[in-house]
């Protein structure tokens, strides 16, 4: 595609409204992880949380026609990206003053990784099939998006510490598109048939979001009860 034709223009415009708007679930992926980081390093966080995610979608698209056919992936990326979500709503454990702060950060960033990793089988079908091939739109697309992301996750970290039940709120949102990455699996398409799947999409999905929140209360109820009851066995 020749890069003074209007169409190369149209199309990567395409690509970053595309990215954007598929990108809010990932905004709170970054916001949720760096909000417990130091304040010095939230940005940092951010920024390399934003920078992963980009540059994963860019690997990720050049395997997607392999990955979106093999069966059990999506099932496997819906118990990752529910796990994360769980981890995310759990209570900070007690850490001693000499922790140093880059492990929190590259922890952070490792969180955000895995939830891209399991999050953008759609988004970068989406991205590929509009830049029917070429790599310079994709490249370009997913790197000016960068900033958008970030800002998003600015905005969305400066609610979490405004309104701490957001925080319940974000992991819903992933246990929701868990849910519904479960059901779009092909192995489950193809033993219930794609009518019955697509007729229960919603209710799967919310069936991903109460598992998630009742996962991380029972958890952050237990680990309550053992603090609490903890000095007054010693």
């Known amino acids: 595609m020749d890069y003074l034709e209007p169409l190369f223009w149209l199309a990567l415009l395409k690509i970053i409204w595309i990215n954007v708007l598929l990108s809010g679930d990932n905004a709170v992926v970054i916001a949720m992880a760096c909000r ?28 997607i026609a392999v990955l979106l056919g093999l069966p059990w992936l999506r099932i496997v990326g819906a ?27 590259w922890r952070a960033v490792g ?5 891209d990793l399991v999050m953008s089988l759609d988004n970068v079908v989406a991205i590929a099939a509009v830049a029917d091939g070429d790599w310079t739109l994709i490249i370009i697309g997913l790197v000016i998006s960068i900033p958008m992301i970030i800002a998003g996750a600015a905005l969305i970290m400066g609610l979490l510490a405004r309104f701490p039940f957001l925080v319940w709120a974000g992991a819903a949102l992933l246990g929701w598109v868990a849910g519904e990455m479960f059901v779009s699996d092909i192995k489950v398409l193809d033993y219930f048939g794609e009518a019955m799947v697509h007729h229960y999409e919603y209710a799967a999905a919310a069936a991903g979001a109460v598992i998630v929140l009742g996962t991380g209360w029972a958890i952050s109820r237990f680990k309550g009860g053992t603090h609490a009851a903890g000095p007054h066995g010693s």
């Not at 920024?47 to 540059?55: S, T």
């Not at 969180?111 to 939830?115: E, K, R």
């Open 36 to 63: 417990s980081l130091p304040d010095k390093m939230r940005r940092t966080g951010m920024i390399l949380g934003a920078a992963v995610a980009v540059g994963m979608r860019i690997v990720f698209t050049a395997i």
């Open 79 to 105: 118990l990752a990206l529910m796990y994360i979500a769980v981890d995310l709503v759990l209570p900070e454990e007690g850490e001693e003053g000499g922790v140093a702060a880059h492990d929190n950060l």
């Open 111 to 115: 969180t955000i990784a895995v939830a």
